[in-house]
């Protein structure tokens, strides 16, 4: 603070020596010039910091799309591949049965569009599959073959039988998957391609090397999964073609920055897929087309930066994590991020994103120009507009200045004509009047001031004449006057400086050998409002101590404000001497006693050392209960008497002056429901010689109740006999609420961890497992006291350690709070028993202290899995048994509105399937006019009431514009645990026959009548 006000004064001397014009001038100036430049600086630096921010953020998210939709591209074939080979191992797919296999395949193709071809092959040299064309160029040639009109992701139908061994044959089929005309034939043997050797040498389902496909020269890759009987005998390999073409088609659609580009290369340095859609393959003059390295690109960006990785990294196996780079091309610096991308059948690919600096620096740097342009601008604009303002003000000031002094010297003619309406105008027009009336001011100033003077004189002597030391003290505390016995007591001959916070200090003022606290001098509590009288003051001067009484009284002005306080204080030496005199006296009084009693004298002695040392001790523990809400109390079972200390009083909201607290009266301060349990508490310890404790409640006066903590013990005499307790009391009322809080939320939380049948799995950052839930026990099999502390890799498949491991790396790196598990593939735990499961999950983040905590609410999903799996075979039950009746079947998922219509239903109605969308509005707008209310009706009622049954005949439309005879059946199969509707499925039968049968019959019956009659 000293030096803030040092340095103001220095810099207002400086100023005042410089015209008011300069001072004017010079700052502003110096103002915009400095605003003007840092100003500029910070945006420039603001805005490269920005830039690389922003291209590292949009990398990240470039990346994670393209992960997510490679994940998107290869999770058909693979799905579809193990789909395959477990209907095989559970007997519901025969590999020698081609026509089962034709059904199986054909069925999966369209029902998946994301498929490209499915095959399956064995070791005879034998294949079968479908697939669909994936390129104008095969497009091209298959109508020139067939002279038909095909388009891209029409179907094909191909099939190499022993009997014609090397020869695949390739047909158009119809509606339903039949072959129809054969397009060409294609020699090759299966059993030399790479898929089917990556599929025989591997014993689990995998992914081929990329390859160059043979009848169309592109690049390919190919889920597969061998084929084994009972014995582990090799059968043959199920297959799933995926072209990468659609990878470059995603990247050079990716619409992220102006020039940025995307390519995916192997481990090797091949490149799999490119945003520049350049030709991923080296076609040499003679033999066969070969992979295109990065390094080897015609793109100067993608062949640059990939150098400089492998200048960087060794190779590109050396990459393992995520890195963010900043390279250069083409003479520009480049943002580089290159992600891992892996899946769990063997994929191991690089992600790279490169966006030039450029993209984002031009329009930064367009602004910056524009800035500094304006700035110039506004710089000159100001300082123009400053000096000539400057002159406008100072003009008129400076002839103010001139009067100023004139008047100063007593001129009191010298007035100022300034005509302006401003303020300057208003200036010179009250400085004329102030002229005027300073002059009649200090005429009237002499005549009070010479009355003054002489009452001022009468006080001193008024003052100066009283035997005591009187002071007076402004508002602030700041002595004022002395009177000469005052001046006389301290042995000063003036009034030192001294402010509120050192009075005492200033002017040695002292109790029990100690600076008197401020806060409790009598002058500062009179200028609180008090009347103050007290006689504890030592004055320490030139070695002596004079003890002093003082008085001191508040003085108010009209409105009741205190304007300044009266102090007298006086010497009490003498009297102090009277009664050290007297205690003396008293002394040799006990001395002569002790004489003639010795034993009572010697017991005297000891209780007055023990009541003086208590009562020293006594002020200390007042003090400290005080601040710390701790009381005492002691009770003599002789005289049945309490004792209470003084913030016991006021514990209880009593004044500690009162009339002291009868046992039985304490006694009912105490909460009814507490009450009997204390006594017993107390009675029982006390009788055994033990000290005891207990947490009660009490009633104050005033009715509220508040939490104490008492601690007790019982003291006996020689013979062994109770004579008294005594103990302390101490107020933990806000402990008491906070603690009732705290076991609410942790009660709550607590009930929350207990009755979830789902894991929730805290870890710390090291990855230690920190909360463990009985629901985390149940699907894992550890208890708590067994896995807390140890690392979350237990609850892990070997092969996911380290993917989680990396997945929780990048999540703590994220700006996001919380994110699924499992979104890309799925997820496994591993049980006590080692045992595997699949699962899902959620994860969030906390940080608390600067220590990230992960937590996982993970579920059990195998009943799920296994759950989805009998209702796949169940549904292929059902739709075999379905086929055979003839009968068509539905699939009504009640929460989304989506319905799945088997084939025979849709035939019944005359439809393709993709002239009809899978939903409930469709059926809906079918239904006859005349039928459609009570067949709603009906349908509610079962919604709402499973019991009532869905079962009625009514009319739809079919294609042809014809109303067809529908019988229906249906049945809600799943509830949620409310009971309301989830899922419901049902079986439709065409009896339109019946109807028109029954129609005749009732027309036959109603001429027989006829005739009867």
Known sequence: MISIQTFKRSVGRVAGKFPLRTVLIVPFVVQIVGTVGVVGYLSYKSGQNAVEDLAHRLMAQVGERVSDRITTYLQAPQTAVAANDLAVKQGLLDINNFEQLQQQLWQQLTLNPLLEALYFANEPGEEIGYGHFQSEEIVKQVEKLTGEDVSISTPY????RS????????YLVDSKGNPRKLIYTFPIDNRTTTWYRTAKASKQQTWSPISVYKVVPSLGIFAVTPIYDEAEKWQGVFASSFTLSGISTFLDQLDFSPSGQVFIIEHS????????QETLLVKPTKGEATQLLAVNSKDTRTRDIARQLINKFGNFHTVQTTQQLSLMSNHERQFVRVTPYRDNYGLDWLVVVVVPESDFTEQIHANTRLTFILCIGALGGSITVGILTARWITKPILRLNTAAKDIAKADWDKLVEINRADEVGELANSFNQMAVQLQQ????????????AERESQLRQFLDAIPVGVSIHESTGKVVYFNQVALGLFGIESIPEAVTENLAEVYQIYRQNQLYPTEELPVIRALRGEAVFIDDLELHRDGLIIPLESRSTPIFDDQGNIIYCINTFADITQRKQTEQVLANYNHTLKIQVAERTAELNHANELLNLEIAERKHAEAKVLEAQKLAHLGNWEYDIGTKTTTWSEELYRIHGFEPNQKPIQPDESIQYIHPEDREYYLKLV???ASTGQPFESDLRIIRNDGSIRYIETRGEPVFDEKGQLVRLFGTVLDITERKLTEQALQVSQARFAGILEIANDAIISIDSKQRITLFNQGAEKIFGYTANEILGQPIDLLLPTCMREIHRQHITNFAESVGKARSMGTRSEIFGRRKDGTEFPAEASISKLEIHGEKIFTAILRDISSRKRAEEELRLNKEQLQLAL???????WDWNIVTGEVYFSPRYLEMLGYDFDEFPQEFSTWERLIHPDDKPWVIDNLNAHLNDSSIPYK???????KSGKYTWISNYGKVVTRDPKGNPLRMTGTHRDVSDRKRAEEALQQSQARLEKIMN
């Open 157 to 160: 139908f191909n099939i190499l």
């Open 441 to 452: 001011s200090f005429i009237e100033l002499q005549s009070l001031n010479h009355r003054l």
């Open 952 to 958: 009625f005949d009514y009319r739809m439309l079919t």
């Open 883 to 889: 086929d055979g009746s003839g009968d068509g079947f």
């Open 683 to 685: 009675h029982d310890k």
């Open 163 to 170: 009997t014609d061994p090397g020869k695949r044959k390739y």
């Open 269 to 276: 340095g091949n490149l799999v897929a490119t945003s520049t």
